[in-house]
């Protein structure tokens, strides 16, 4: 009944060094269990759609992962970009080829990447939004009750109830200022976008054509080329030279000021582990409020409480004593050490290690 | 003039995971420079003696290492013990041997693994020392001014002047428990001993005949055998039977209580590195506080103070951010963080480690 589309793209840099351009976050067990962020998005979605429904777009540097992570997926399911073309390209192409195999196709969209508590309210979350999304009128969103005036994701101003669960959104904000998102946050008048859309194929091809018509209408030669023995020479010719846009900026926020966007708020805990600190609060931690991902048995804590350990080398030893709030992350060919409050700032170190001329470890 | 005696033994623990039982400290680059506190001890002796007159004594681990690092010392003064036997029979056989060699002989007995500042101000140090030791009547030391109630050291208890910068020593206590360091340090009357040893090789024999004369004989049927072909024959049958002493409690405390002790007070900085911490206090740090050991081009340091940070390993990156008075040591299979005032705790991990099976990494 519905189509679930994994975006697995991203180079996943925040959580450097554990996420790097060749091993971007989904593929780690970064979920409290041994099960990748991609397979436990893959086991979240199961109650919602039939392995036949389900898709993956993703690069080429990672299809193969991906490919052995999810067998039960069908390989044509799996649609690999040639190059990366920002979140716009990848949402179109799965619906310009899964609007051609299924017209009536309602299909979610989904991060290969987010972090979510309760797996049967998220269930019932998507199932109310594609219920809205079904009848063709809306591109329906997920908001999540904002906790800090993030600069990072997008805004989804609350307007009237358009039924039980569901409201419209009146203004759609991405990545606002430091003022604004703090005037948003507490105005109590706005969510957080979640990065899921629920819409149907057909719609969502509608709203492109209408913002950004020579996006959509290559998008719409590469579909009609998919299943045919044309898909390369298309992909060759068209893939290239499409506009580099993220789907919020495309489509949503304009959508958003046409009244078409409605929002479904979330029943779930929700996060896009932005950074090792989100990590630690995302997952269960020990008696000490440490999380430790990563052999136990090879991370030796003594006296240290909220931090976030996180060992990824089998024959490693990580020894850490006395210290709180921090965060150590030990990977092969790199460690970081830093305050929890400051993890962000590993954008700083990866331009830093780049600006060495040591970028074969970002 | 002098023999110079290098000890290079002891697993170094201390400095873990830097310092293993197969990697001391003593054959690392810990001095400021990229010389290893073996080759900086080298270095420092050599106005004193001649490559002829340096000897080194060691275990058959580090025999090789040791060979290859000082490549101008003769073989024949490389004394490779089969076993450890502690710091008694290790002075012993050099005095043993080298007074078979040159029955005059003064020799000077020095740590492989000390940092030593001024070293003008070494020299003439030893040299005052070995004028006094050359008359045969006392085992001369020197002596460092106490900075806290250190437990692991000597106390040496300073009497009357007997010259120019020499004192006689009333007393020598080797480790005494933190409430009786802390007297001899509020008292201001006692050094601590530097592990150092200015004394005749003939005299150190006759004091060590007095107080542990079992020892004192085998090592003299040793040093009688050493340069002959029955020095196999002789270390198999002898060593392994060695009294395991140390020598400031088999020589040190009887000979300063009969008088026989004398001090130099030291005009020169002095460090055992007994930790991280004092590894940082004992070399020159940058604007920030902060000693960077290892490549700096693979440390980034962002808003990092009075760290110590320790890098071996090539091709790892080490990134630390807003941290104050941290240690990170990392190397090829561990990685330590700990603030410096806990830098002591290492001896617990490498216990823990033991006990949970993985003392392949200690």
Known sequence: MLYSIILAGGSGTRLWPLSRAGHPKFLYALTGTERSLLEDTAD???????????????????????????PHIPEENVLVEPLPRDSCAAIGLAAAVIARRDPEAVM???????????????????????????????VCTVGIEPTRPEEGFG?????????????NVRQFTE?????????????????????????????????????????????????????????????????????KVSVDYAVMEPAAAAGRVVTVPAGFSWSDIGDFHSLGDSLPNDENGNLVIGDPTRTLLREVKSSVIVSTVGNRVIAVVGVEGLVVADTEDAVLVCPRNRAQEVKQIIETLRDCGLSEHT
Request: charged letters at 30%; hydrophobic letters at 45%; aromatic letters at 8%.
């Open 175 to 243: 990545k606002p200022k430091r003022e604004l998102a703090q005037q948003y946050l507490e105005s109590g008048e706005y969510l957080w976008n979640a990065g899921i859309f629920i819409v149907r194929a057909g719609t969502f091809l509608e709203e492109l054509a209408r913002y950004k018509p020579a996006l959509c209408e290559a998008l719409e030669r590469i579909g009609a080329a998919w299943d045919t023995s044309r898909r390369d020479e298309v992909l060759a010719r068209e893939w290239p030279e499409l506009e």
């Open 155 to 167: 805004y989804l101003q609350l307007g009237e109830l358009i039924e039980t669960g569901v409201r």
């Open 44 to 70: 979240r979605l199961a109650p919602l759609s039939t392995a036949q429904e389900t898709y993956v777009v993703t690069g080429i540097a990672h299809a193969a992962a991906i490919a052995r992570q999810l």
């Open 108 to 138: 979610g969209v989904f991060s290969a990447d987010h972090l979510i508590g309760d797996r049967a309210r998220f269930v019932e979350t998507i199932e109310r939004a594609a219920m809205v999304a079904r009848r063709g009128r809306h």
